[in-house]
């Protein structure tokens, strides 16, 4: 997985270097070096410089707040910096191209023709000096005279055109202001004007004031009417309380009222009361049928009759019901007259309520009106004020003007002028530094642009996190030029080296034991005897770790068959210098015995080369012969070793993984890249084979994972060690023996030595052969303690997975045991890598002891004796 820049740390940024060092010092040394050329070469620049100081206010400036007020002259930018806008008149065509035709300059470019404007620009630099109101004008020239009077010349330019644009300015506000001012006050009258026809319209004075007395009035009126319905309650009251006693109705009483004061009829009411007495007398006297009662009551029905007749011709037909009632007494008489005084006052209050009320309805839709009245009166005055307000201002500006205008308007004043320089601007020290920093700069983007372009795994916890099988071996990679100069070394540097064998003393060779070593430690679950290996690409040195392995496996003592199953491009007779006339290919084709291409390479290492029959590889290795050659082998020795051809060019390797037991894949860090190795592990997993896990080869140090791999150490010198094991010189063989258990820490020594032989060494070497390896022992001591801290830590993570296993749900299950599976293959990882830890452990402590009894037997040879 490609890490972003980001998020990478110090090592891995060294280890980027270190596989882009060559691009990067490539573009380095270019660009430093054309930079350096480049400042050497440019001639000397001068840079003369003046200073011009803003007053805070101008005519301009001062009319700000004016035309905020009357909503004209609104700067187009708030924030914007005025120093800022009188910089770029400076830097504006008209000036530069006066400056440029002045008499006086007459600047030219290098080819004699007039200077454009735009080269102009290049040179001349308008900057505001921070927190101040001074502009610095400067102009850059090889001719130190000619910068100075550029930038004094450009400076006179700028002060007559800014006297004449303020000047300018100024009249046009005097005209402006002269122009608004009749409007704003014509504005005034008018708003004036409908305030006072607002108040005369509506009786609307003093708003409050007026408000204040409706409120009161009403309350009056409200009293007024309330006493005179109480009043006129009071009169129906006794108008009925009469009405009743009477026995008439308002309108008889006043009929009643008006028949009772003619005279006429008080007359004849006193002639028929007279005449009733009368006959009361005589009834009493006489009997009924006396001629004086009779003639008495003829007058009477007379005297009726005539008051009948008089009564309706005063009263009308409505005094026919009362005729009555006329002639009742005085008492009768005056609660008559009562009853109309009271029908009458009861109308004058009725008059006098209808009045009131309407008053009152008046004076509360005048008072509901005061809010729209105070409304539009505020609004009124609001105008006013600003009509008012305006015109003030404008009133005051324009005569500001007419002082400004007889005055010198210019805002501007000159601090300093430009003098000549003595020295230049430009050092060719800085240009040297600007090289060297841009040369840095062109070479970091170069190894970027490489790093994030390359797909290509390159670290080791790349390749295992991508791949995900088991890591069984590190094999440090070798520089070519330095293993060709060991001795006995080929010169072919295109063939692999058998390191095992002519060079078991370094470091590079027990990297191939301790694989074997790991290979054995999985062979102690189920029989692994053929092991196919093959790569995900070409080029990632599959043949050369088949040949050491082989070759490691067969030094222990173990009957090795080597098989060189590469039809394509074969590589094992090159390695071992053997013949190839008949090999696995005629094996299989022309079933010939297989016992006649075995060639023994080595002391238990035979090997079966790839023949020169011309065939269907994919036919000859799918065949029954080859299944049979592959039980057969595997009963014969205790390994068979089969080099396949990457996984990219033929399906090979599939093939014969499915035929034996294991397959180990080779990786190679800066060969492959991500969408081989995907690619590579599809092709596995579908072929369901049995991955024993991956062997890292050619690791160098910028491949390496700074966490657990050391860089490899060059190769010295040496001969090879049966050589010197047979040389009569041994003081020179406990020298290189002395080396080697110094510098290959971590690394158990290659053979064992006779007692007699060490006996022979020097004593003083011997003693620092003991001291390193003992510390040898007590690192490998402590890693070995490190791995079982770590596997006890593993062994209780499975524990407790497999508990919550066990009482999972269904959905929770598949989750945990893929989880669970995945620790379990890092347990028996670490099971496997500590038991070889621990063999390696116990050979260091048996050749420490050896080496100690030697030592001590030396020292104290009586006390042994």
């Known amino acids: 997985?490609?890490?972003?820049?980001?998020?990478?740390?110090?090592?891995?940024?060294?280890?980027?270097?270190?596989?882009?060092?060559?691009?990067?010092?490539?573009?380095?040394?270019?660009?430093?070096?054309?930079?350096?050329?480049?400042?050497?070469?440019?001639?000397?620049?001068?840079?003369?410089?003046?200073?011009?100081?803003?007053?805070?206010?101008?005519?301009?400036?001062?009319?700000t707040e004016v035309s905020k007020a009357i909503g004209e002259l609104t700067p187009i930018v708030a924030q914007g910096n005025?120093?800022?806008?009188?910089?770029?008149?400076?830097?504006?065509?008209?000036?530069?191209?006066?400056?440029?035709?002045?008499?006086?300059?007459?600047?030219?470019?290098?080819?004699?023709?007039?200077?454009?404007?735009?080269?102009?620009?290049?040179n001349l630099s308008v900057n505001s000096i921070l927190s101040t109101d001074i502009l610095e004008v400067s102009y850059t020239s090889e001719n130190p005279e000619e910068a100075a009077k550029v930038v004094n010349t450009l400076i006179k330019n700028y002060l007559e055109n800014n006297l004449v644009v303020n000047k300018a300015e100024a009249v046009s506000a005097k005209d402006f202001l002269e122009g608004q001012l009749p409007k704003v006050q014509d504005s005034l009258k008018k708003t004036e004007t409908e305030i006072r026809q607002l108040k005369e319209s509506n009786e609307f004075v003093a708003p409050d004031e007026d408000t204040r007395a409706l409120i009161e009035?009403?309350?009056?009126?409200?009293?007024?009417?309330?006493?005179?319905?109480?009043?006129?309650?009071?009169?129906?009251?006794?108008?009925?309380?009469?009405?009743?006693?009477?026995?008439?109705?308002?309108?008889?009483?006043?009929?009643?009222?008006?028949?009772?004061?003619?005279?006429?009829?008080?007359?004849?009411?006193?002639?028929?009361?007279?005449?009733?007495?009368?006959?009361?007398?005589?009834?009493?006297?006489?009997?009924?049928?006396?001629?004086?009662?009779?003639?008495?009551?003829?007058?009477?029905?007379?005297?009726?009759?005539?008051?009948?007749?008089?009564?309706?011709?005063?009263?009308?037909?409505?005094?026919?019901?009362?005729?009555?009632?006329?002639?009742?007494?005085?008492?009768?008489?005056?609660?008559?007259?009562?009853?109309?005084?009271?029908?009458?006052?009861n109308f004058g209050l009725k008059k006098q309520i209808a009045s009131l009320t309407q008053i009152e309805q008046d004076r509360r839709n005048r008072i509901k009106r005061v809010p729209e009245l105070e409304q539009k009166l505020r609004q009124l005055n609001r105008e006013l004020d600003s009509s008012e307000s305006t015109y003030k201002v404008l009133w005051q500006q324009l005569q500001t003007v007419r002082i400004a205008e007889s005055q010198d308007p210019g805002n501007v004043r000159v601090i300093s002028n430009a003098i000549v320089p003595i020295q230049p601007v430009s050092s060719r020290a800085v240009g040297y530094l600007a090289s060297g920093s841009l040369a840095f700069l062109a070479a970091a983007g170069i190894i970027y642009l490489l790093e994030i372009s390359d797909k290509s795994i390159k670290t080791i916890d790349e390749a295992k996190q991508l791949y995900g099988y088991a890591w069984l071996g590190t094999i440090p990679g070798t520089d070519k030029t330095k293993v060709l100069s060991l001795p006995g070394s080929k010169q072919n540097s295109s063939i692999p080296k058998i390191v095992v064998r002519d060079y078991p003393s370094l470091p590079l060779g027990e990297s191939y034991r301790m694989l074997q070593s790991n290979i054995k430690f999985l062979n102690s679950g189920s029989a692994i005897n053929s092991i196919v290996i093959t790569s995900s690409t070409a080029g990632e040195g599959k043949s050369t770790v088949a040949a050491n392995l082989a070759a490691s496996m067969a030094q222990v003592g173990n009957k090795v068959l080597l098989v060189d199953a590469d039809l394509h491009h074969p590589m094992q007779h090159l390695i071992w210098d053997a013949h190839n006339d008949c090999g696995l290919s005629n094996v299989v084709a022309e079933q010939l015995d297989p016992r006649m291409v075995i060639e023994e390479v080595l002391p238990n290492l035979d090997l079966i080369t790839s023949g020169t029959m011309i065939f269907s590889s994919a036919t000859l290795l799918d065949s029954s012969r080859m299944r049979m050659l592959i039980d057969y082998w595997s009963e014969s020795y205790d390994y068979v070793i089969i080099d396949t051809p990457a996984l990219d060019l033929t399906a090979d390797a599939p093939i014969m993984g499915r035929i034996v037991d294991g397959v180990l894949l080779v990786v190679k860090p800066g060969s492959v890249d991500r969408a081989q190795?995907?690619?590579?592990?599809?092709?596995?997993?579908?072929?369901?084979?049995?991955?024993?896990?991956?062997?890292?080869?050619?690791?160098?140090?910028?491949?390496?994972?700074?966490?657990?791999?050391?860089?490899?150490?060059?190769?010295?010198?040496?001969?090879?060690?049966?050589k010197l094991l047979g040389n009569s010189d041994q003081g020179e063989l406990w020298e290189t023996i002395s080396i080697l258990a110094k510098e290959s820490k971590k690394v158990p020594l290659a053979i064992d030595l006779d007692d007699t032989?060490?006996?022979?060494?020097?004593?003083?070497?011997?003693?620092?052969?003991?001291?390193?390896?003992?510390?040898?022992?007590?690192?490998?001591?402590?890693?070995?303690?490190?791995?079982?801290?770590?596997?006890?830590?593993?062994?209780?993570k499975v524990g407790k997975l497999q508990r919550q296993a066990s009482i999972a749900s269904e959905n929770e299950l598949l989750q945990l045991e893929n989880q669970l599976n995945q620790e379990r293959e890092r347990k028996n990882m670490l099971d496997k890598t500590l038991i070889g830890q621990r063999r390696n452990l116990e050979k260091r402590r048996e050749i420490l002891h050896q080496y100690q009894e030697v030592l001590e037997s030396r020292k104290n040879p009586i006390s042994i004796i």
């Not at 050619?698 to 050391?710: D, K, N, P, T, Y």
């Not at 003991?770 to 062994?795: A, G, M, P, W």
């Open 757 to 796: 032989e060490l006996k022979q060494a020097p004593l003083n070497k011997l003693e620092e052969m003991v001291f390193h390896l003992q510390q040898d022992l007590s690192d490998l001591t402590r890693l070995v303690k490190e791995q079982e801290d770590e596997l006890s830590i593993q062994r209780q």
């Open 1 to 63: 997985m490609n890490s972003s820049p980001a998020s990478l740390g110090t090592d891995q940024y060294w280890q980027i270097i270190k596989r882009r060092w060559l691009p990067g010092s490539i573009v380095f040394l270019t660009v430093l070096t054309l930079g350096i050329v480049a400042t050497t070469l440019k001639q000397s620049v001068y840079k003369a410089d003046a200073k011009l100081k803003f007053k805070g206010n101008t005519v301009t400036s001062s009319l």
């Open 82 to 122: 005025p120093l800022n806008t009188e910089a770029e008149v400076l830097r504006s065509v008209p000036l530069i191209k006066k400056t440029i035709d002045d008499p006086g300059l007459q600047l030219k470019n290098s080819d004699g023709e007039k200077l454009s404007v735009d080269n102009f620009l290049k």
């Open 677 to 722: 190795a995907t690619s590579t592990k599809e092709i596995l997993n579908q072929s369901g084979l049995n991955m024993l896990g991956i062997v890292f080869n050619g690791v160098a140090s910028q491949f390496e994972r700074s966490s657990s791999l050391a860089p490899m150490q060059e190769p010295r010198s040496f001969q090879p060690l049966s």
């Open 217 to 345: 009035g009403l309350r009056e009126l409200q009293a007024e009417i309330s006493k005179a319905e109480g009043e006129m309650a009071s009169a129906d009251s006794r108008a009925d309380y009469i009405r009743n006693k009477l026995g008439l109705t308002a309108e008889q009483a006043v009929v009643l009222t008006t028949v009772s004061q003619s005279p006429a009829v008080r007359e004849t009411i006193a002639k028929l009361q007279s005449a009733e007495s009368e006959l009361a007398i005589a009834q009493a006297r006489f009997t009924p049928n006396s001629p004086n009662v009779i003639e008495l009551k003829e007058q009477i029905s007379s005297f009726k009759k005539l008051l009948g007749t008089q009564t309706v011709s005063i009263g009308g037909e409505a005094a026919k019901g009362i005729i009555d009632k006329i002639k009742t007494g005085e008492i009768q008489q005056q609660l008559t007259t009562e009853l109309i005084n009271l029908e009458a006052s």
